[in-house]
Every structure is written in structure tokens, then in C-alpha cells.
């Protein structure tokens, strides 16, 4: 498991049939942003997918070890400060699908940041 303080802090969480749904805040204090890139600061992808393994493990939506993925797909910018929705659903066959939406300001999740897919063993 990630250590927590490299873990986004998580406002709310809604159970979601074979998933769930959180509510994150992107601390601009996070060591994630430093670095990449000065200037115009954002969540690296790699970050992006250990975050939903972890929330995922921790939330009790998976359980075996990362085995691949597919599908991934990044379209818009994570930048500190924000807050964002991920959707962690487990489906058939050992996978679980992630995606990352920012919120909007009525707090509902709008476009699209990251998605994909993860195989587990």
C-alpha cells in the first residue's frame, strides 16, 4: 500500500454496485507536482494509475496483483488545487477500470482527465 501522504485526500466516497466512487483534492503540496512540470505543474500518469490501484485495494474493489493494462488513455491536465472524481469499477475476468473526471463547480463530475483499464492476477 501507498503511504498515505502521497495519497490524495479523499473528501467523499459513494459505494457503486461492483465499485465506487471518490471525491479527491489535489493538495498543491503534494511531492507528485514538483518537478513535472515547473511552471505548469500536473499529475504525472503513472501517479494517476498507482492512486487507483491503491484507492481501489484500499476501498476493497480489488484484490489480486497488477498484471497489465489497456486502454489507457490520457485527455485533460490534472493540476494541484483541483478536485476530481475517480470511478473505480471492478468488472468480470480479473479487471478493474478507473477514470478520472474533474468536477465541476456544482461539484458533479464533468470532463473526462484519464481512464483505463488494469488486468489483475
Known sequence: MMDASLLPEVQ?????????????????DLPWFSGHFPGAALLPGVTQLHWALALARREGVMEGQFAGMDQLKFQRPLRPGM????SLQRHAEGRLRFEYRILQSDGEPGELASSG?????
Not at 483499464?117 to 492476477?121: A, D, G, P, W
Open 117 to 121: 483499464r488494469v488486468s489483475l492476477t
Open 12 to 28: 467523499a466516497c459513494q459505494p457503486d454496485g461492483t465499485g465506487v466512487l471518490l471525491t479527491l483534492y489535489l493538495a498543491p
Open 83 to 86: 478536485r476530481c472524481a475517480l
